[in-house]
C-alpha cells in the first residue's frame, strides 16, 4: 500500500509563539511526514484499494450503511434537501477556498493594547540621548509604540541633564522581558509595578506596559492607550509623553505649566472640580453639610502624591496651583492611608529642603496630619515682645533657617510642641515653664505612634528639645562641650542659632544667631584638631576669636 500524502497548514496547528519556537528549536518542515520513507507503511491504504479491502473484510464492496444510526427528524429532514454537488460545484469550491487561502489573513492580536501609530507634533523636538533611541527603535523594529514619559519629558524640554527615562509602550510585560533580557543588562526589582530597567551605557532606562493605575498593594492596572497611561498621573505637567517619529503629545495642555524658573503643579481636570466645588457653595447650608466632600480622584488613589509635591516645593523645583492646593489641605487626612515609615522616608527629604519654611506654611494641613501636636501653636499669640510671630509661623521659619541636618531641622520642628500645655497668661505677657521638659514628653509619644525614626535620631532630637532654652556662650562653651559631648554642643547651638533668628525682625537676632553658628562650626573644628596641652590653653586658644567677634557684633 502506498501513503497518504496531506498538505498540512501549520498556522492552524501552531500558536503565535511559532516563530519563536522557531529560533529556539529550529526550522520544521512544512510536510510532517517528510521524514517517512517511500517504502514506509504508516497503515493508511490507498484511496483506490478502499472497495478491494472492504470485499476481503465483508465479502462486499459496498459501504455498511445499515449500521449508521438513525439521524433526528429534524436533521435528516434538513440532510434531505442536500442536492449531491456536480463536478462543475466542486471545481467553484476549490478555486473559492484556493482564493480565500490565499488573501492575506488578519493577524490575532496577542494583547489587549491597542496598536494605534505614534500622536504628536513634531513642531518641537527633544534631543534624546543615543542609548534611549536604541531602545525606541527596538521596540519599533517589533512593532510597537512607544513613548518617553514622565519627569525625564520636562528636562529634555527645559534642557537639563536627565539620567534616568521612562518609556510607555503598547508591548506586553511578558514581550518586553523576552525582547531585551538577553540584549542587555536588566533590573527586576520593579516587575512587580510592571516595570523593567534596563542599563544601557551609564543610563538606566525604565520600560513598561500602558498603565491606568498602581493599585494599594503594587500591583499594575494595564491599559489600552496612551492616553489613559497619561491620565492616571496627578499633575499636567506628568502627562507630557514625546516620541522621536511623531513629537511631542500634550493632551492635557502640560507644557503650558512647565517654565526655566519654576513648575506648576496643576491638578488634571482641575477645572471640574473647582466647578463641583463652587457649585457646591452655592447649595443651603443643610445641603453643603450632607454633599460628598470633593477629592481629587488621583489623590485619592494615591495618597503619596500629596508627599511628592510637597518635596518638589520644598526643593523649590515647582509651586502649586491655588485650587489643587487647596483640595491637598482640604483632604489631607489621606496621608493616613500610609504607613509612618513611609511618611518618614518622604518627610525626611522634605525637610531638608531650601524652601521649607514656605512649605510649612502652603501646606499646614498636611504638616498636622502627620504631626497632630502641632495643630494647636495655628494662631497661637505667644504674647512677647520678643515674639513677632505666631507660635507655629516661628516654628516654620526656624525650620527654614536652620542648617540642613535632619536631626537639628526635626528638633526645631518639634522644639515648642510643650508650650501650649504650659502657657499661663499673665495679663500682658506668657510664661512656659516647664515647657521643655513638657516637650520631650510629648515629642516620644510622637516617635512611638505617628512618626518613624531611628533611635540615634530620637535621642538627638530629645536631647536638643530638652536645652534647647540653656545659655551657651563663649566663655561656658568649653565646660559645656565636657557635659555633653562636642556634637551634641554642635547641634544645640546650630538649633538655637536658628531659634533665636526665627523670633522677630530684630537686627540684634541676626547678629547673635551668627555668632552662634561660627561657635557651631568652632566646635567642630576643635574636635578634629589636637588637643593642647592643657585645657586652659584650650580655652584661650580655641575661643580668644569669638570673644573678639561678640564685641565687634555688639553683643
Given amino acids: 500500500m502506498g501513503k497518504i500524502k496531506k498538505a498540512i497548514d501549520l498556522d492552524d496547528l501552531l500558536s503565535d509563539d ?7 528549536y529550529g526550522y520544521i518542515e512544512d510536510n510532517i511526514y517528510a521524514d517517512h520513507g517511500e517504502d514506509d507503511d504508516l497503515g493508511f491504504p490507498d484511496l483506490d484499494d478502499i472497495p478491494d479491502v472492504m470485499k476481503e473484510i465483508t465479502g462486499n ?5 445499515e449500521d449508521i444510526p438513525e439521524l433526528p427528524k429534524d436533521i435528516g429532514a434538513a440532510a434531505a434537501d442536500v442536492k449531491p454537488k456536480t463536478q462543475e460545484t466542486l471545481a467553484k469550491d476549490a478555486a473559492a477556498a484556493k482564493t480565500t487561502s490565499d488573501a492575506p489573513v488578519e493577524p490575532m492580536p496577542e494583547h489587549e493594547f491597542s496598536k494605534e501609530p505614534p500622536k504628536g507634533d513634531n513642531s518641537v523636538t527633544l534631543e534624546v540621548p543615543l542609548p534611549v533611541m536604541e531602545i525606541i527603535d527596538i521596540l519599533r523594529e517589533h512593532t510597537y509604540t512607544a513613548y518617553l514619559v514622565g519627569e525625564c ?8 541633564r536627565v539620567m534616568d527615562f521612562d518609556i510607555a509602550c503598547n508591548a506586553s510585560l511578558d514581550r518586553i522581558i523576552a525582547i531585551f533580557d538577553e540584549r542587555f543588562k536588566t533590573r527586576e526589582d520593579l516587575l512587580s509595578r510592571g516595570e523593567l530597567i534596563i542599563i544601557n551605557g551609564a543610563m538606566g ?26 491620565h492616571r498621573r496627578t499633575f499636567t505637567s506628568e502627562t507630557v509623553a514625546y516620541n522621536p517619529y511623531a513629537g511631542i503629545y500634550d493632551p492635557f495642555k502640560g507644557l503650558s505649566c512647565i517654565t526655566e524658573e519654576k513648575t506648576t503643579l496643576k491638578a488634571i481636570d482641575e477645572e471640574v472640580y473647582e466647578k463641583l466645588e463652587f457649585d457646591r457653595a452655592k447649595l443651603k447650608r443643610k445641603a453643603q453639610e450632607n454633599a460628598p466632600k470633593i477629592v481629587i480622584p488621583a489623590l485619592r488613589d494615591n495618597p503619596e502624591t500629596i508627599l511628592i509635591a510637597m518635596l518638589k516645593c520644598a526643593r523649590g523645583e515647582a509651586e502649586m496651583s491655588r485650587y489643587t492646593l487647596r483640595n491637598i489641605n482640604a483632604n489631607a487626612e489621606l496621608t493616613d492611608m500610609m504607613l509612618p515609615s513611609e511618611i518618614a522616608r518622604y ?12 512649605t510649612l506654611m502652603d501646606f499646614k494641613e498636611v504638616v498636622f496630619s502627620i504631626f497632630p501636636v502641632l495643630r494647636v501653636q495655628d494662631g497661637f499669640d505667644q504674647k512677647s515682645e520678643y515674639q513677632e510671630y505666631t507660635l507655629y509661623e516661628h516654628t516654620a521659619k526656624a525650620v527654614g ?13 518639634l522644639h515648642a510642641i510643650g508650650k501650649y500645655d504650659c502657657a499661663a497668661d499673665r495679663g500682658d505677657h506668657m510664661t512656659f515653664y516647664g515647657h521643655s521638659e513638657r516637650g520631650v514628653m510629648l515629642v516620644r509619644d510622637v516617635f512611638e505612634k505617628d512618626y518613624e525614626v531611628d533611635d540615634a535620631v530620637a535621642e538627638r532630637v530629645m536631647f536638643m528639645i530638652m536645652h ?8 561656658n562653651v568649653v565646660q559645656y ?70 564685641g565687634r557684633n555688639g553683643v
Fill in 18 to 24: 511559532y516563530e519563536e519556537d522557531e529560533e529556539q
Fill in 61 to 65: 464492496s459496498e459501504p455498511l450503511i
Fill in 153 to 160: 519629558v520636562n528636562l529634555l524640554y527645559l534642557g537639563e
Fill in 205 to 230: 532606562i525604565s520600560v513598561a506596559p500602558y498603565r491606568s493605575r498602581i493599585d494599594g498593594s503594587g500591583k499594575p492596572i494595564y491599559c489600552k492607550t496612551i492616553d489613559e497611561d497619561l
Fill in 347 to 358: 518627610f525626611r527629604r522634605i525637610i531638608l529642603g531650601r524652601n521649607i519654611a514656605q
Fill in 401 to 413: 533657617y536652620a542648617f540642613p541636618d535632619y536631626a537639628v531641622r526635626l528638633a526645631l520642628l
Fill in 468 to 475: 534647647h532654652d540653656d545659655h551657651v556662650s563663649p566663655e
Fill in 481 to 550: 562641650t565636657e557635659f555633653c559631648g562636642m556634637e551634641f554642643t554642635r547641634l544645640l547651638l546650630l538649633l538655637q542659632s536658628a531659634n533665636i533668628r526665627a523670633k522677630s525682625s530684630d537686627p540684634v537676632n541676626d547678629r547673635v544667631s551668627s555668632t552662634l553658628r561660627q561657635l557651631a562650626d568652632n566646635v567642630t573644628t576643635l574636635g578634629s584638631t589636637p588637643r593642647p596641652q592643657t585645657r586652659r590653653t584650650a580655652t584661650i586658644d580655641g575661643l580668644k576669636k569669638f570673644t573678639d567677634l561678640l
